[in-house]
């Protein structure tokens, strides 16, 4: 499989304001992300997400939550998912799942 084709982005293009995603659409993201990270914090085993870093996991939360026009509640949920990272990460390291 060949490597992907960048895209040319014109100067209107980088400026342009960014249509926000539905709510309606995040929530399945919020579903897995919840599952992944609440998984990832009772996770024994410290190699189980060694190739997934809680960096990985706190950009995926991020975006989703700069990406979506997120309700009170769903904003809630990304809070919630950032502090359960930050208090995993304490424990854990630098921007890593094991420690």
């Known amino acids: 499989m060949g490597k992907s084709k960048v895209l040319p982005v014109t100067r209107a293009a980088r400026t342009a304001p960014v249509a ?15 599952h ?4 990832l914090a009772l996770s024994g ?9 809680r960096g990985y996991w706190k950009r995926r939360v991020a975006a989703l ?8 509640t769903q904003r809630a949920r990304v809070l919630r998912l950032l502090d359960l990272l930050a208090q995993e990460h304490a424990g854990a390291g630098p921007d890593k799942a094991a420690a």
């Open 45 to 53: 085993n410290a190699r189980t997400f060694a190739c997934l870093d």
């Open 65 to 72: 939550g700069d990406e979506s026009d997120l309700v009170s």
């Open 20 to 34: 926000l995603k539905p709510a309606r659409m995040a929530d399945a993201q919020l579903d897995h992300l919840e």
């Open 36 to 39: 992944m990270i609440r998984s």
